[in-house]
């Protein structure tokens, strides 16, 4: 399942509990070391952040991103960050903050 927000397709989030969560980009707001990121969730409870961070970036931003997710999801969401030089654009070149494998119709 999948929200369409501004003509732009973006996954929900499934937190260990089962509440969806859309809209992810504002957790990024005021991390500027980091440049682009990109939310990944294959298996509920659990995020992948891949991030790719400016100079400034270190453990203390990878630490504080995590925070800020913690807040927003829940303590009991395992939070990956995964420093990457770039991003992979989909197939038709767009942006895809937020992707989802999970199947919302199985609990």
């Known amino acids: 399942m999948f929200l369409d927000i501004d003509g732009r397709i973006e996954d929900y989030v499934v937190t260990p509990e089962g509440r969806l969560v859309?809209?992810?980009?504002?957790?990024?707001?005021?991390?500027?070391?980091v440049v682009e990121a990109q939310i990944i969730q294959t298996t509920r409870g659990a995020l992948t952040v891949r991030v790719v961070p400016s100079s400034s970036f270190d453990e203390g931003s990878a630490a504080a991103l995590r925070r800020d997710f913690w807040s927003l999801l829940g303590s009991s969401m395992e939070i990956e960050i995964e420093v990457v030089d770039r991003i992979e654009?989909?197939?038709?070149?767009?942006?895809r903050a937020v992707?989802?494998?999970?199947?919302?119709?199985?609990?």
């Open 99 to 107: 992707k989802s494998t999970l199947d919302l119709e199985t609990p």
């Open 22 to 33: 859309g809209r992810m980009d504002h957790v990024f707001k005021g991390h500027f070391d």
């Open 89 to 95: 654009r989909e197939a038709n070149g767009k942006f």
